[in-house]
């Protein structure tokens, strides 16, 4: 058992097998299957490359041996920072069938984020491409190799410089180690409230479950075609039903370099894509392209939104613009999923955010003094079920506050549930701002202004927008005269901070307000921008 994980209480985890939701199956047998299953058909397209389930499920077996004789065993941490590109998938599986663990990190993140995942997981390897969006992965990985010397092995997608190429591992494969589907699959990232994000060990029972259920909801089977627009390292794109679902039921998933309408549209019309799934600015971005292009759309069948609250004004837009079903979409890394149903009334997909996906999902709604609140009534949503975890990895303190002592996960959101059980999200009671599907810690960027010279106190909160739902704003106590907002942004760049953490809008400010008990009131500063400018009126400057 992987030392830092919080496995599920023995009867819980005899009830969930027992009711069928634990199969017993993992990663590397699933795909094994599907290869004898589906053979020759074609299970990811990226640009053109096409690999049949036979042809991934042998590369995976052939990366596997090589990646076990550079040393890489059951239970070593992988951090893989891949975009869209097949090679995501042999990396994943290869990993899975040696039961070592992908920590997935996001193609946004820099040497700050990159540094801490490789330090906190212990690392034993570090897998990225050599350029992507023009940004040179190579010179990152320099970066985190000077901070952490002892990292074995840098792995390269592409040109490898003095680091490993990836396409020269394959080797025969190999005898490996079973693997038990109880254990730790992979270790995915939190949105954290509170400093750098939280790891989330999922394993292959809970998370091959939400796949299966996720796949029969949004009726995958081995006609669907997904297309993979947001970042595949995501949990939301990776398996709600994202590839992963797509791969258990036997689809295609084709792969998009970038989330523009440009990459996109002639994607869905030349792959004939059946469904894919966007963050509401996004879903905003390809509503408005619609109108004037002239790519056919017309085999996509199911738009799923989620990541953010989408309005229900632009939820009611997509069947007019795209002639398909739109899937509202709430989840989280941690486990509980929810959708609406593809068959649900109209009112129910516009105006909710979906009903869990398991009927043994348990779902309270409780106010601020742990009490049941009624139905339509707002209140914090805590969760528990055969697919959300027990605890973080290696985080006892915050674990305690996260989880009740009878295994329930407080998730952070205030929601309303109504009398049939869907879900209304109303916002967040954590300090987080969700921009557009991004989670941000604040407490992570204020602790970077807190370094530069000129900032005594730094707080970070959320400001509306109608494109993206929330963005950034950081008031700034500046130590004598006030320095530029552009050298804050550029001194937050410099210390490897992912770019969509970098402050929408500073504003500088003499004191702070405190609440009743001293603490600096992130309410009244929350207000107070909301004041200052109007939703339509934000820019990110």
Not at 39 to 44: L, S
Not at 76 to 103: H, K
Not at 212 to 232: F, K, M, N, Q
Not at 383 to 391: H, K, L, N, Q, S
Request: hydrophobic share 40%; proline share 6%.
């Amino acid at each position: 058992m992987l030392t830092g994980f919080t496995p599920w209480p023995e009867e819980w985890a005899d009830k969930y097998r027992k009711d069928g939701c634990w199969k017993g199956e993992t990663f590397g047998g699933m795909l094994k299957e599907c290869a004898a299953l589906y053979g020759n058909q074609t299970a990811v397209t990226c640009k053109d490359v096409h690999w049949s389930y036979k042809e991934l499920d042998e590369r995976a077996d052939r990366l596997a041996a090589g990646l076990h004789k550079l040393g890489i065993q059951k239970e070593d941490r992988v951090v893989v920072q891949l975009p869209n590109i097949a090679e995501f998938f042999e990396v994943i599986f290869a990993l899975f069938r040696l039961g070592a663990l992908p920590v997935f990190a996001l193609p946004s993140h820099r040497s700050s984020e990159i540094t801490y995942f490789c330090e906190f997981a212990e690392a034993k390897a570090y897998i990225i491409p050599d350029m992507h969006s023009g940004f040179d992965y190579r010179a990152l990985a320099r970066q985190v190799k000077d901070k952490l010397p002892d990292l074995a092995h840098v792995i390269v997608a592409g040109e490898a410089e003095e680091f490993q190429e990836l396409s020269s591992l394959h080797r025969e494969p190999v005898q490996l180690k079973d693997i038990s589907p109880a254990e730790v699959a992979f270790l995915q990232l939190s949105g954290g409230s509170t400093g750098l994000s939280k790891l989330i060990p999922r394993t292959h029972d809970d998370y091959i479950y939400s796949l299966r259920i996720s796949a029969e909801i949004c009726g995958l089977d081995h006609h669907s075609v997904y297309l993979a627009a947001l970042p595949t390292a995501h949990n939301y794109p990776l398996s709600s039903p994202g590839v992963l679902g797509t791969l258990y039921a036997g689809g295609r998933v084709v792969l998009s370099p970038t989330p523009s309408p440009d990459d996109c549209f002639p994607l869905i019309e030349k792959e004939r894509v059946t469904i894919t799934a966007l963050v509401p600015p996004l879903a905003m971005v390809w509503m408005d392209a619609s109108g004037s292009r002239s790519d056919d759309l017309s085999s996509l069948q199911v738009l799923q939104v989620g990541g953010a609250k989408f309005s229900a004004e632009a939820a009611r837009r997509v069947k007019s613009a795209f002639g398909c079903t739109l899937q509202q979409v709430f989840g989280m890394a941690e486990g509980l999923v929810n959708y609406t149903r593809l068959d649900d009334p109209e009112e129910i997909i516009v105006n909710t955010q979906g009903r869990p996906m398991s009927p043994f999902d348990e779902v309270r709604v409780l106010d601020d003094d742990g009490r049941d609140v009624a139905p339509g009534e707002a209140g914090h949503l805590f969760t528990r079920g055969p697919y959300t975890i027990r605890g973080y990895y290696k985080a006892p303190e915050h674990n305690e506050r996260s989880f009740t002592a009878d295994g329930f996960y407080q998730t952070g959101d205030i929601v309303k549930l109504t009398a049939d059980g869907y879900i209304i999200v109303e916002g967040r009671a954590k300090d987080q701002i969700n921009r557009g599907g991004e989670k941000i810690a604040a407490e992570e960027v204020e602790n970077h202004l807190l370094a530069h010279p000129a900032v005594h106190d730094a707080a970070m909160v959320s400001m509306p927008d109608d494109f993206l739902g929330e963005r950034s704003c950081v008031f700034v106590i500046p130590k004598g005269e006030a320095p530029k907002p552009g050298e804050l942004k550029a001194f937050l760049r410099e210390r490897g901070l992912a770019a969509y953490k970098i402050p929408d809008r500073i504003e500088f400010i003499a004191s702070f307000p405190k609440t009743g008990v001293g603490k600096v009131s992130k309410k009244d500063l929350r207000e107070t921008i909301a004041q200052k400018v109007k939703p339509a009126e934000i820019k990110q400057s």
